[in-house]
């Protein structure tokens, strides 16, 4: 029953493993430049945003591995559950951990840099002239990519040797949860600050993209239908077109007998009316083809199959903004929680030793994990909630330095530059994803799952206490259980030791990546308020563009507030938004 309970698990991570790759691929094609998409590069993304999700959705597994070993019924470990066979399903977790930490940290700081410089030497005139060879790109690339390799050996020379925290109180060093949080050696101290030092400048990020996108996020799904519709669009183009070639046709038989030709005043109307002239016939193309025109009965019947469901991505945005205010009141209930009851507040991070308020989403996932996979599915769903606003934060607020905009981050549109540096930044907030899922949003899921413990004495020495006629002696595992009873049943998670080891051996990390989830809330909130009061607008210059770039984008990309456009795109049939004056 063990091994297929645990091979049960094992392919439901295998399957995640292949629907992540699939999403994965999805967003990379979506959101890269078609006439600059570049193999290596769409690679290197898609293994690094895998690589990343994986890790993330290593928690269920966890969880659900560690939590198998116990009866929560009970309050009692299971017959075949022995030490050994617990230390083993912990020592297996531990090295999938700490391989997939490092692989990402590889990603992050070696492999995606390297893939950014190799991409930047290619020169297309050098490269056809023959001036150019892969020899070159890669020795170039390599001469860059030697301060990142610089910095890294740092990173780990400073983590190997920096002294850990040791001036916990009496009562703290009492206490064998923070024992055995100390790194014992200094490979895994190294480890430990790198990927302290990864989270904490990830959640930099996290709290500025990924609170932006995950308010903005509902909000746009609520306003998915467009405000102007394909139908609309193509009959105001075609009317504007008419005044357009209308008054052209006034200006040249105005000076058609004139034999010095036009005066230069009407030159120059004429030329800026021949310019807006073939931006509109463009936009008329776009809107012509955004409408089904010219394509096969199968993409005409997608389209009023998309149009007809446009209202389900309105109640699916009210799902996930009622979601979203459900995960900002539980991360603020576990913030005010920690920032109160924490055993030992700044000296070790805010670890909370036990949760002392009712947190809404740690009792769903905490319930829902004792049949498995139910909390695997809803932990997979939130994460992507999360990676999801990740991106939208990115696409709305694009890749900065201070004020001034390096990248812009759209579909269709970004480059393969954009798209590494994204994904390095997508990266590092995966990691503080991983931190505040764990310690914030759902820490007593995260820690030790639906685990619980027998508290009365057992009735002779190495047997397992009996609560069957006492089921309110059965108490939920924590890290302030010192029973003998506790620490024989309860089995913390290898992610929570791992993220309190953290927080306990460098507790500045700790402070930083705690008091940032309370400017997370707040972002949020100040976001959530001005969208709410912002009216969407159609940017009609923005179509132009995409249409003089000529890129495969859909001209129905903007938000809007008439649910009369989906009606239209369905039915085919438009009216006319504005009135021109001809004359």
């Given at each position: 029953?063990?091994?297929?309970?645990?091979?049960?698990?094992?392919?439901?991570?295998?399957?995640?493993?292949?629907?992540?790759?699939?999403?994965?691929?999805?967003?990379?094609?979506?959101?890269?430049?078609?006439?600059?998409?570049?193999?290596?590069?769409?690679?290197?993304?898609?293994?690094?945003?895998?690589?990343?999700?994986?890790?993330?959705?290593?928690?269920?597994?966890?969880?659900?591995?560690?939590?198998s070993t116990t009866s929560s019924k009970l309050g009692r470990r299971r017959d075949w559950a022995t030490q050994e066979k617990?230390?083993?399903?912990?020592?297996?977790?531990?090295?999938?951990?700490?391989?997939?930490?490092?692989?990402?940290?590889?990603?992050?700081?070696?492999?995606?840099?390297?893939?950014?410089?190799?991409?930047?030497?290619?020169?297309?005139?050098?490269?056809?002239?023959g001036n150019q060879t892969f020899m070159d790109r890669l020795l170039g690339a390599l001469k860059y990519t030697v301060a990142f390799v610089a910095f890294v050996v740092i990173l780990f020379l400073v983590g190997f040797f920096v002294p850990i925290a040791k001036d916990a109180s009496d009562e703290?060093?009492?206490?064998?949860?923070f024992k055995r949080l100390l790194a014992k050696n200094h490979g895994e101290r190294a480890l430990t600050f790198a990927l302290g030092l990864l989270i904490t400048l990830g959640t930099l990020l996290y709290v500025l993209y990924t609170a932006a996108g995950l308010a903005l996020f509902p909000i746009s799904l609520i306003n998915s239908s467009p405000s102007i519709s394909a139908p609309t669009l193509a009959a105001n183009t075609a009317s504007e077109l008419e005044v357009n070639r209308e008054r052209q046709r006034q200006l040249e038989s105005r000076n058609s007998g004139n034999q010095n030709g036009l005066s230069t005043r009407d030159q120059?109307?004429?030329?800026?009316?021949?310019?807006?002239?073939?931006?509109?016939?463009?936009?008329?193309?776009?809107?012509?083809?955004?409408?089904?025109?010219?394509?096969?009965?199968?993409?005409?019947?997608?389209?009023?199959?998309?149009?007809?469901?446009?209202?389900?991505?309105l109640l699916g945005g009210i799902l996930i903004l009622v979601i979203s205010l459900l995960l900002w009141v539980s991360m603020l209930i576990t913030g005010i929680d920690k920032a109160k009851n924490s055993v030992c507040k700044a000296h070790c991070g805010y670890v909370l030793g036990h949760s002392n308020i009712f947190n809404p989403i740690n009792w769903v996932f905490v319930t829902c994990a004792k049949v498995f996979p139910i909390d695997y599915i809803f932990v997979a769903l939130l994460v992507f909630l999360f990676f999801s606003a990740s991106i939208i934060g990115l696409a709305a607020i694009g890749i900065r330095f201070l004020w001034i905009k390096i990248f812009q981050i759209r579909k269709g549109h970004t480059s393969p530059q954009a798209l590494l540096m994204a994904t390095v930044m997508l990266t590092l907030i995966v990691l503080a994803i991983n931190y505040s899922l764990a310690m914030i949003v759902a820490p007593q899921y995260a820690?030790?799952?639906?685990?619980?413990?027998?508290?009365?004495?057992?009735?002779?020495?190495?047997?397992?206490?009996?609560?069957?006629?006492?089921?309110?002696?059965?108490?939920?595992?924590?890290?302030?259980?010192?029973?003998?009873?506790?620490?024989?049943?309860?089995?913390p998670s290898v992610l929570s030791t791992f993220l309190n080891r953290?927080?306990?051996?460098?507790?500045?990390?700790?402070?930083?990546?705690?008091?940032?989830?309370?400017?997370?809330?707040?972002?949020?909130?100040?976001?959530?308020?001005?969208?709410?009061?912002?009216?969407?607008?159609?940017?009609?210059?923005?179509?132009?563009?995409?249409?003089?770039?000529?890129?495969?984008?859909?001209?129905?990309?903007?938000?809007?507030?008439?649910?009369?456009?989906?009606?239209?795109?369905?039915?085919?049939?438009?009216?006319?938004?504005?009135?021109?004056?001809?004359?």
């Open positions: 029953m063990a091994i297929l309970q645990e091979t049960l698990i094992w392919i439901a991570y295998a399957v995640a493993l292949v629907v992540l790759m699939f999403v994965t691929s999805i967003f990379t094609y979506t959101y890269q430049k078609p006439g600059d998409r570049s193999a290596s590069v769409s690679t290197v993304a898609i293994i690094s945003l895998t690589a990343l999700l994986a890790t993330v959705l290593l928690l269920p597994v966890d969880i659900a591995l560690v939590s617990v230390d083993s399903i912990l020592f297996t977790l531990k090295v999938i951990y700490y391989t997939l930490y490092s692989f990402d940290a590889l990603l992050c700081l070696l492999i995606i840099p390297f893939s950014y410089f190799l991409y930047e030497e290619y020169e297309d005139n050098d490269a056809e002239e703290e060093k009492n206490l064998d949860f120059r109307e004429l030329e800026s009316l021949a310019r807006e002239e073939r931006t509109l016939v463009r936009r008329e193309r776009l809107a012509a083809e955004a409408g089904g025109e010219g394509k096969s009965t199968l993409i005409k019947i997608w389209t009023k199959i998309t149009a007809i469901f446009r209202p389900i991505k820690t030790f799952g639906p685990q619980t413990f027998c508290s009365l004495p057992p009735k002779h020495p190495g047997d397992q206490p009996n609560c069957d006629k006492h089921p309110d002696k059965i108490l939920a595992c924590s890290e302030l259980s010192n029973s003998e009873s506790a620490r024989a049943v309860c089995t953290i927080t306990v051996n460098f507790p500045f990390f700790g402070v930083v990546d705690f008091w940032a989830q309370f400017a997370f809330l707040l972002v949020f909130l100040i976001v959530f308020l001005l969208s709410l009061f912002r009216n969407p607008n159609v940017n009609i210059h923005q179509l132009d563009e995409d249409a003089e770039e000529a890129e495969e984008e859909g001209l129905l990309a903007s938000t809007g507030r008439r649910f009369g456009a989906t009606w239209e795109d369905i039915t085919g049939m438009g009216h006319l938004l504005f009135k021109f004056d001809s004359g």
